[in-house]
C-alpha cells in the first residue's frame, strides 16, 4: 500500500535549520512528484514546494525560495525539505504530499502524517 | 492569484452542502479539494474539478466554472464534518499551488 514516512518532531531555536525527510513505498517513487504543505497551529494548508521525483525538476513558493530547498534520494525513495534560518513562525506541521511526476498542479492523492516542527528561544 | 473559500458552512443530516472556491477565471484552471479532520492529514476527496479518486463516495462532487468552483456533499453524514481546502495551479505566478483559506463544515 501507498506510505509516506515522516521524520520524527523537532525542536530547534530561531535562526536554525530543520530538515524533515519522507520515506515513500508502495509504489515507483520516480513515477511521481513530491509537495511540501505546512499548516501553522490553527491555520490553513500552505504550499511550500514540488520536487519531480523522476528528474529532480522544483518548484518554490516565493515566499520560501531563499530559505527552502526540497531534494530527493532515488537510491532510499526518499523526499527532503530543508528549511534554514527558522523564526516562530515556522512552527507548524510539515507535511509531504505525493503528486505529479511532471508538473506542480497535480493533485496530491497521498499525504504523510506530518512532522511537527517547533521553533522556540 | 487568491482563492476565497467562507470560513464555514453548517448543514443538517441528510442535506446537501455546497462549499464555494472563487478565484478569477477559476474556471480555466483545474481544481482540486480536500478533506481535513481535527488532527489528521488532509485527503483527496476531488481532483480535476470533479473526478473522484478511488474510495471517496459518490455523494461528493465537484464542478467548476467562470469565477466559482463547488465542492457538494450530498447526504451529509455526522463524519463528513472537517475542514475542506481547495486547491489550484497557478501558471501566472511561476508555477505554484495555491491552496484556499479552507471551510469549516459543521454538521448540525
Known amino acids: 500500500q501507498v506510505q509516506l514516512v515522516q521524520s520524527g518532531p523537532e525542536v530547534k531555536k530561531p535562526g536554525a535549520s530543520v530538515r524533515v525527510s519522507c520515506k515513500a513505498s508502495g509504489f515507483t517513487f520516480t513515477n511521481h512528484g513530491f509537495n511540501w504543505v505546512r499548516q501553522a497551529p490553527g491555520a490553513g494548508l500552505e504550499w511550500m514546494a514540488w520536487i519531480s521525483g523522476y528528474n529532480g525538476l522544483t518548484n518554490y513558493a516565493q515566499k520560501f525560495k531563499d530559505r527552502v530547498t526540497v531534494t530527493t534520494d532515488t537510491s532510499t525513495n526518499t523526499a527532503y525539505l530543508d528549511l534554514r534560518n527558522l523564526s516562530s513562525d515556522d512552527t507548524a506541521i510539515y507535511y509531504c504530499?505525493?503528486?505529479?511526476?511532471?508538473?506542480?498542479?497535480?493533485?496530491?492523492?497521498?499525504w504523510g502524517p506530518g512532522t511537527l516542527v517547533t521553533v522556540s528561544s | 492569484y487568491a482563492l476565497t473559500q467562507p470560513p464555514s458552512v453548517s448543514m443538517a443530516p441528510g442535506q446537501t452542502a455546497k462549499i464555494a472556491c472563487g478565484g478569477d477565471n477559476i474556471g480555466s484552471k483545474s481544481v482540486h479539494w480536500y478533506q481535513q479532520k481535527p488532527g489528521q492529514a488532509p485527503v483527496l476527496v476531488v481532483y480535476?474539478?470533479?473526478a473522484r479518486p478511488s474510495g471517496i463516495p459518490e455523494r461528493f462532487s465537484g464542478s467548476n466554472s467562470g469565477i466559482t468552483a463547488t465542492l457538494a456533499i450530498t447526504k451529509v453524514e455526522a463524519g463528513d464534518e472537517a475542514d475542506y481546502y481547495c486547491q489550484v495551479w497557478d501558471t501566472t505566478s511561476g508555477h505554484i499551488v495555491i491552496f484556499g483559506g479552507g471551510t469549516k463544515l459543521t454538521v448540525l
Open positions: 504530499a505525493r503528486g505529479g511526476w511532471a508538473v506542480v498542479g497535480d493533485a496530491s492523492d497521498a
Open positions: 480535476d474539478d470533479s
